[in-house]
Structures are given as C-alpha cells and as structure tokens.
C-alpha cells in the first residue's frame, strides 16, 4: 500500500516551470483538461496520453511507472492560470483536480511563502 500527497494548488511564477501532478492506480494514459478561470470552459490538453494540436510547444507529459501522469508547462503565463482536471481511464476513473496561480515576477517578489494544500490518496496492491 502507498500513500501520496497530490496539491490541490501550485503557484507559479510568469516564465517559470511548473510541474502539475497527477497519480492514478492505472497504468493506461490519462486525460488532461483546462478551465479557464474567466469562463470555466474545459479544453483538452491531452487525450489518452497525447498532446493535443496547439498544446505540444509549451506543454509535456511526464510519466512513470508509479502511475505519474504530470503535465508541465515549460514556462508559464498568466493565461495559464485556472483548473487543470486529469482524468484516468478515459474519464471513467478518479479525477484530480490542480489550481494554478500564476504570479508576475513583479509580484512574487513580494510573495515570501508558497503555501499549498494537498490531498492524500492511498492505494492498494492487494
């Protein structure tokens, strides 16, 4: 059996890299979804493990045999932040949800903490 603390925000700084988690118990490919905070439509990002057209420049997925399905940003805007949802197993599994605040570097530099809640899953083997 292991536990993981998976945060249910992350903050960022304009032009940093961040790194979104996400831990199924599946090894199949997850799906990952964006809410923008002005209008709460979803996006696909990734479908099935694959980028989708227009996302793959400035977004990845990192994987492991864990079942690690992190989607990064390699460097962050202001536009990027709101909701990011991943879903496995096509949308028929768990669903983990991540805020995003992104912070200017102007800021930042007044931002001394970076507090973040997390959630704690447990799974297991048997």
Not at 83 to 95: F, K, S, T, W
Request: proline share 2%.
């Amino acid at each position: 059996m292991r536990t993981v603390r998976i945060p249910l925000s992350v903050t960022a700084v304009v032009g940093e890299r961040v790194t979104l988690p996400c831990r199924t118990n599946l090894t199949t490919p997850v799906d990952w979804y964006y809410l923008a905070s002005e209008n709460g439509r979803a996006s696909a990002i990734c479908a099935a493990g694959r980028m989708v057209n227009g996302y793959g420049s400035r977004f990845e997925l990192q994987t492991s045999h864990l079942g690690d399905s992190n989607l990064v940003i390699l460097y962050v805007s202001r536009e990027d932040e709101g909701e990011y949802i991943c879903r496995e197993d096509a949308g028929h599994g768990l669903q983990h949800r991540v805020k995003l605040n992104v912070l200017s570097k102007l800021n930042a530099a007044s931002y001394l903490t970076r507090t973040t809640l997390v959630r704690t899953h447990t799974f297991g083997n048997g």
